[in-house]
């Protein structure tokens, strides 16, 4: 039964995965932009699905292999913080929802795709602890995925964004947002970090 529920929300994520604008700001700008993440959320019945997309830079301080005990342990903290989705992306209260399942994969090797020297060199003055082996441009992308109950889905009317305080290299979030009703793209930033639907 419980199959039956996640197929429909699979498919609404996979729907929403590449709107026409994220696609076009991919031919752009490249696949990589430090500061600048995505997130999809699907509500279907009480089931809220949420996909997470951000840079390593973003969420661990920095993109390089983690070699040494400091960045591992960097890493650590920051996958178990990205495991408390409920704490970084907080419907309305109303809403009584508990998360149910968490995923979170970091995922190495990603290249800054159409990015020249001076783009990558403004990306290294921004992170001090920004690094490549061997210069080679090479970078990590975090990706999670939540699954939450919800007692009253209706009563989903705002998100708080607890994502800035908890990573705050990260400035951006693109937000796409599929329900019965339709689907609406937004962006939320560390300045307002509050999505009313």
Do not use: W
């Amino acid at each position: 039964m419980k199959i039956l529920k996640t197929i429909p929300l699979a498919a609404l994520l996979a729907a929403c995965a590449l709107t026409a604008s994220q696609a076009e700001e991919h031919r752009q700008l490249g696949a990589h932009v430090h500061g600048h993440g995505k997130l999809n959320i699907a509500i279907e019945k009480n089931v809220v699905s949420i996909e997470l997309e951000a840079p390593g830079a973003d969420i661990a301080g920095f993109e390089h292999e983690a070699n040494t005990k400091e960045d591992k342990a960097k890493l650590e903290k920051a996958k178990a913080t990205l495991a408390k989705g409920l704490e970084l992306f907080t419907p309305a209260s109303a809403a009584g929802c508990k998360q149910t399942s968490a995923k979170v994969a970091l995922e190495a090797g990603h290249e800054h795709e159409g990015e020249g020297k001076e783009e990558h060199d403004k990306h290294a003055a921004e992170a001090k602890d920004h690094d490549h082996d061997k210069g080679e441009d090479h970078h990590s992308e975090f990706h999670a995925e939540y699954a939450f109950e919800c007692v009253a889905p209706e009563k989903i009317t705002s998100l708080s964004f607890g994502y800035f305080k908890q990573f705050p290299n990260a400035e951006e979030l693109d937000v796409t947002v599929i329900t019965p009703k339709g689907q609406s793209s937004y962006e939320v930033t560390k300045d307002k970090p509050k999505l009313e639907l």
